[in-house]
């Protein structure tokens, strides 16, 4: 057993998927019982905690409170909410780069 730890300012972290890299999704917040104060995170060994909010867009209208799960290829699938409240689900594909 590992504890991930949390993302600054948080009190509690779960973590919900694990691949075969040891690359872990989860959410972490100030408030475990209520979403709206979630972020989704993924732990990578080595790296630690991210807050995968981090790589959104600035001004992109979205906050991702939770990541369910993660495969082999690094895929991310959870949930999060628009600036109109509007809960939805979300894939995110890490984008590898393509040696010159």
Known sequence: MVDLGT???DVGSA???INDLGQVTGYSGS???DTCC????LYSPGKGLMDLNTFLPTGSGWTLLNAIAINNAGQI???GVNTNRETHAFLLTPI???PI
């Open 15 to 17: 973590a919900t998927g």
């Open 7 to 9: 993302l600054a300012g």
């Open 77 to 79: 699938t959870g949930y």
């Open 38 to 41: 979630s972020r989704a995170f």
């Open 31 to 33: 408030n475990l019982d």
């Open 96 to 98: 590898v780069p393509v």
